[in-house]
């Protein structure tokens, strides 16, 4: 069976998401039905839709007779919410998958740090910030709680926007890959002190204190 085809909708979403992600939108603008279907070439319905979906992802936010715009994503929220909220997750799941990790949770992982490897060649930052979220979400998920999992998801699409706001604070874009091989590296040990720090140095490289 081939693939089902992408919505209107879903295209669309994936299209808003890279643009705030990526600067184009920027906090603050505003999110007009009538200007994004004519730009997109999408009819209103379907915009409303996605606009209501971000919306729930944190992504946009609406305001009384201002309608929606997009969010803002300081770096007092990244530090201070964002931050420690994956802190807390990812210790725990890496924990609880780190003493006896599964093969194919092991294979998973090194085919997305290799596919990072591609990606930063290509300097394809959007692409990145998808497998970087893609590989933390593997190990979460092996970790078998799935309200743990829903956590996860409710703040994942801010996450993704700060992967890719932040991406310039590496010096190279292979920094990335080679970041998540360590973590993988340091899993396959089954060492769970390593882990945890690990886990602990990775989330909070490049946090800035100010």
């Known amino acids: 069976m081939g693939a089902v085809p992408e919505s209107r909708r879903d295209w669309l979403l994936r299209w808003l998401r890279a643009a ?4 184009e939108l920027k906090p603050g603008d505003r999110l007009v039905e009538r200007d994004i279907s004519a730009r997109s070439g999408v009819s209103r319905g379907p915009v409303r839709e996605a606009i209501m979906l971000l919306e729930q992802e944190g992504l ?7 309608g929606a715009e997009v969010a803002r994503v300081s770096q007092r929220e990244v530090r201070e919410v964002l931050v420690p909220m994956r802190l807390i997750i990812e210790r725990f799941a890496f924990r609880e998958v780190g003493a006896a990790p599964e093969r194919d949770l092991l294979d998973r992982l090194a085919t997305l740090v290799a596919q990072m490897r591609t990606a930063a060649d290509g300097a394809q930052a959007e692409r990145l910030a998808d497998l970087d979220v893609e590989f933390h979400e593997a190990v979460i998920k092996s970790a078998g709680h799935p309200q743990t999992l829903q956590i996860w998801r409710t703040i994942q699409p801010r996450v993704r926007a700060y992967f890719v706001r932040d991406a310039p604070a590496h010096a190279r874009p292979d920094e990335i ?4 091989q360590g973590l993988l590296d340091v899993l396959r040990s089954a060492d769970l002190a390593a882990i945890d720090a690990a886990v602990v140095a990775h989330i909070e490289a490049y946090l800035d204190p100010s």
């Open 20 to 23: 705030i992600a990526g600067g």
């Open 60 to 66: 946009v936010v609406t305001h009384p007779y201002r």
């Open 177 to 180: 890959p080679e970041q998540h």
